[in-house]
């Protein structure tokens, strides 16, 4: 019986210490720079890439577009127009990998889109929607850069 009572003191205890919130002060420079509204969040246009139609490219030319694909990326990247990217996992539904834009607009969206070689050749197509997320979102390149040993 002790020891039950000691088990459930103990678990209480815990449960009052990590339920105790910290107190996170509200930075409102970070926020303006990042463009976040009052909740801290804005908009974005998240992209949905999937195979194209084109299943005629050769493997040399489908090498050569993709190589432009990856370079496309990194531009957009570094130019603060794309905040995420990233391949899938081999699935049944011909869903190639994502992109997010650091855009409002559809159109923004769209304009960013027809950078890229491997859509522009139909190898990938490119479905998109606006999405409202957490503006921290913006800092996931910086962040990368410092947790990848190899870089693409």
Known sequence: MKNS??????FLSSFIGFSQETEVKYDEALA???????YGM???????????????????????????????IGKLAKEGKLVVA????????????IYVFNVETIE????LVATDPAIKAN????????????????????IHEKIAKTKM
């Open 123 to 142: 190898l990938l197509e490119a479905e998109l929607t606006p999405w409202y997320c957490t503006a921290a979102l913006q800092e996931t390149v910086k």
């Open 108 to 111: 923004e969206a769209k304009a």
């Open 32 to 38: 303006k720079s990042l463009h976040a509204d009052e």
């Open 42 to 72: 804005k908009k974005y246009v998240f992209c949905l890439l999937k195979s194209g139609t084109n299943t005629t490219a050769s493997k040399e030319e489908t090498k050569k577009l993709f190589e432009g694909h990856m370079a496309n």
């Open 5 to 10: 009572l000691f088990i459930l003191a103990l």
């Open 86 to 97: 990233g391949p899938f996992m081999k699935n049944d539904r011909n869903y190639r990998g």
